[in-house]
C-alpha cells in the first residue's frame, strides 16, 4: 500500500519568511514523490519530484525538497515566501498509480 | 512540457441531463488517462484510469453506468456523466500520461472542468 500524509492543514506565513509545507510517506520499495500546486478553479501544477539520486531536490518557482528516507518524509520548502505562492499545495506518491495527500493551503500575508 | 486541455472549463446542466467533457493531449500521444474528482478545498480522488481502445477501469465506488469514459484516440479521452444529480456537482480533472524514456513517465494535468447540476 502506498499513501501520503499531510499533516498540516493550513500554513500561514508573513511574505519574505520562509515558507515549509510538510509531508509524510509510506511505501514499500522506492518512492517516487511529486508536489503539485493548484491555484483556484484550476488545474494541478507540477512543481518537482524525488525519484533517485540527491536528497535535496530543486523545482519550480523557487520551491525545494528534501527527501528524508529515515523520517520518510518529503518537506517542501521555500527560503522566502510570496504573496502569489498562496494556493493549494499536494504532496502526491507513484508506486503503480499517483495517490494524494489532503492537501495544505498555504497563507502568504503580505 | 506537454499541455492537457480539457473542455468545457465550467458547465451548467439541469439535474437529469446528461453531460460530456473533453480531455485532450495536445502534443503528445497518451495510452492512458486518468479522470479525478475533487470537492472543495479536498484531495483529487481518482475515478478511473482509461487506456485507449480498451474499457476503463474504475476505482471501487465510481458507478461506470454513469460516469461513462471512452478513450476513442490516442489524444482524447471523454467523460459522460449520465442523469446527472446535483451530488454530481464537482471540479473534475484529467490528467494523461506522456512517456519520457524506457519505462520512465510524466503525468500531466488539465485544467479542470466545474460541473454544477441545478
Known amino acids: 500500500a502506498q499513501s501520503v500524509a499531510q499533516p498540516e492543514d493550513q500554513v500561514n506565513v508573513a511574505e519574505g519568511n520562509p515558507l515549509t509545507v510538510k509531508c509524510t510517506y509510506s511505501?514499500?520499495?522506492?518512492?517516487?514523490l511529486f508536489w503539485y500546486v493548484q491555484y483556484p478553479n484550476r488545474g494541478l501544477q507540477f512543481l518537482l519530484k524525488?525519484?533517485?539520486?540527491?536528497?535535496l531536490v530543486k523545482g519550480s518557482y523557487g520551491f525545494e525538497a528534501e527527501f528524508n528516507k529515515s523520517q520518510t518524509s518529503f518537506h517542501l520548502k521555500k527560503p522566502s515566501a510570496l504573496v502569489s505562492d498562496s494556493a493549494l499545495y499536494f504532496c502526491?506518491?507513484?508506486?503503480?498509480?499517483?495517490?494524494f495527500g489532503a492537501g495544505t493551503t498555504v497563507t502568504v500575508r503580505a | 512540457g506537454a499541455v492537457v486541455s480539457q473542455h468545457p472549463s465550467r458547465v451548467i446542466c439541469k439535474s437529469g441531463t446528461s453531460v460530456k467533457i473533453e480531455c485532450r493531449s495536445l502534443?503528445?500521444?497518451?495510452?492512458?488517462m486518468f479522470w479525478y474528482r475533487q470537492f472543495p478545498k479536498q484531495s483529487l480522488m481518482l475515478m478511473a484510469t482509461?487506456?485507449?481502445?480498451?474499457?476503463?477501469?474504475?476505482e471501487q465506488g465510481v458507478e461506470k453506468d454513469k460516469f461513462l469514459i471512452n478513450h476513442a484516440s490516442l489524444t482524447l479521452s471523454t467523460l459522460t456523466v449520465t442523469s446527472a444529480h446535483p451530488e454530481d456537482s464537482s471540479f473534475y480533472i484529467c490528467?494523461?500520461?506522456?512517456?519520457?524514456?524506457?519505462?520512465?513517465?510524466?503525468?500531466?494535468f488539465g485544467p479542470g472542468t466545474r460541473l454544477t447540476v441545478t
Open positions: 490528467s494523461a500520461i506522456a512517456p519520457t524514456s524506457g519505462s520512465s513517465y510524466e503525468q500531466y
Open positions: 511505501v514499500s520499495g522506492n518512492p517516487y
Open positions: 524525488y525519484i533517485t539520486g540527491d536528497n
Open positions: 502526491a506518491v507513484r508506486y503503480y498509480k499517483l495517490s
Open positions: 502534443d503528445f500521444q497518451a495510452t492512458t
Open positions: 482509461s487506456n485507449e481502445g480498451s474499457k476503463a477501469t474504475y
